[in-house]
């Protein structure tokens, strides 16, 4: 394709940048886009991934058919199949009526599988049949259905990885996988930068009737250094919420500091727990609150030594008793700031409170403050829509 071809790809679709990447990246959905090859999109969360099935479905024989996308991480476990594949009346308790599933629905079109690497591992043998005969059965039939589908999957996970941990099927990787397009991270397009802040300050002034913000040279610099961990969808955030906040439309180094967040999750230190103690970490929430009853356990162990101490109830020898009944009243000794926030932190958690409790909470205070929308609240707690969904199902939150 020349470079005209993409330029017009990237003006009717909104792309902003010049990155050698991403004109690849576009330029591969070109060329396969009049084909019925399977595509996979990998790339971090916010990069733009859901462009290229547009991008693609829009310049084959089929731009005129059904275009559906499908996020397959924010439909539950029990209900995936009926919503891909359809079902028939009383095939389950609320199978009501017949039901078509998006193959077909989308007979002659092409289906986007949004994280796709989220599919249960029952839907993806039904899966892998339709991408290598294109049959499929409905939840509930004995009747085989043919339909004719073109796929678009795209992740945010490493495949491959998930194959070998024995979560992802390895023949429907290979199926997905025919023509792999990867779309670079934001921090790794630093030419692309500036020009998506201006877009997007561009984008806001319109939006708000403002004039638009602009950076000085230090800020600049600041902006081309940040990591951008979620990618073009956080500066778009980060410029819209200058553009409302700020009064000073020139953003200062100092500014653009307060607007960005403290610590990258990159730069926090991993805490790995013993290997022996058998403990699985799901998150970086949940490590916080295993160090914080942790060190409340620690707290409330010393107090009790000392209390046996005192008592005669602890093997010690009579010097060490003495000297405890002897020493001068026990001080509160001030700890570290951290470590005593820490504390009372821990404080405030019920004794008995456990792992699983603190996340139920978590989960509800998170659908409480997004009044009860899940994707948001998913958003919020850094967990996939299936995830989240599974989480409320199990915990009772309905």
């Given at each position: ?77 029990g209900t ?33 599988l949004?994280e ?10 039904r ?48 199926r997905?996988n025919?023509?792999?397009i ?28 403002m004039?638009?913000?602009?950076l ?32 000073n ?5 100092d ?36 160090v ?31 000297t ?6 026990v ?5 570290h700031p951290i ?23 978590l989960?509800r205070?998170a659908?409480?403050?997004?009044r ?21 199902k ?5």
């Amino acid at each position: 394709m020349t470079n005209n071809d993409i330029q017009q790809v990237k003006q009717r679709f909104g792309i902003i940048g010049n990155n050698a990447e991403l004109n690849r990246a576009i330029d591969v959905a070109l060329q396969v886009a009049p084909t019925d090859l399977s595509v996979l999109i990998t790339g971090e969360s916010g990069v733009g991934k859901e462009y290229f099935p547009q991008i693609i479905h829009l310049n084959s024989p089929r731009k005129h058919a059904q275009y559906i996308a499908v996020n397959c991480g924010a439909i539950p476990e029990g209900t995936i199949d009926s919503e891909l594949f359809g079902h028939e009346k009383g095939s389950f308790t609320d199978a009501k009526d017949l039901r078509k599933g998006y193959f077909e629905v989308a007979d002659g079109g092409t289906i986007f599988l949004d994280e796709v690497g989220e599919l249960p591992l029952a839907t993806q043998v039904r899966l892998l049949r339709v991408l290598e005969s294109g049959e499929f059965l409905k939840v509930g039939s004995s009747k085989v259905q043919k339909t004719n589908v073109r796929i678009v999957a795209a992740t945010n996970v490493n495949l491959a990885e998930a194959v070998e941990n024995h979560k992802f099927r390895e023949d429907l990787y290979y199926r997905l996988n025919t023509v792999p397009i990867r779309i670079p991270p934001l921090r790794e397009r630093s030419e692309d930068v500036l020009l998506l802040f201006r877009k997007f300050a561009s984008d806001s002034a319109d939006k708000y009737r403002m004039p638009a913000i602009s950076l000085n040279e230090d800020a600049k610099q600041l902006l081309l250094s940040y990591r951008w961990p979620g990618n073009v969808r956080e500066l778009k955030n980060i410029v819209e919420r200058i553009s409302v906040i700020e009064e000073n439309r020139e953003i200062t180094k100092d500014v653009l500091q307060f607007h960005l967040p403290n610590i990258s999750m990159e730069k926090l230190p991993v805490l790995i727990p013993h290997a022996d103690d058998g403990k699985v970490f799901n998150s970086e929430r949940e490590i916080l609150y295993q160090v914080l009853f942790d060190m409340k356990k620690d707290v409330n162990d010393l107090k009790k030594l000392v209390h046996d101490i005192m008592n005669g109830n602890a093997p010690v020898n009579t010097v060490e008793k003495e000297t405890f009944k002897a020493a001068a009243p026990v001080q509160k000794v001030p700890l570290h700031p951290i470590h005593d926030a820490a504390i009372q932190d821990a404080e405030a958690v019920e004794e008995s409170m456990s792992l699983l409790d603190v996340e139920k909470d978590l989960i509800r205070r998170a659908l409480d403050r997004n009044r009860g929308k899940r994707r948001n609240a998913a958003a919020d707690l850094k967990i996939s829509e299936r995830t989240l969904y599974r989480k409320i199902k199990e915990y009772g939150l309905e």
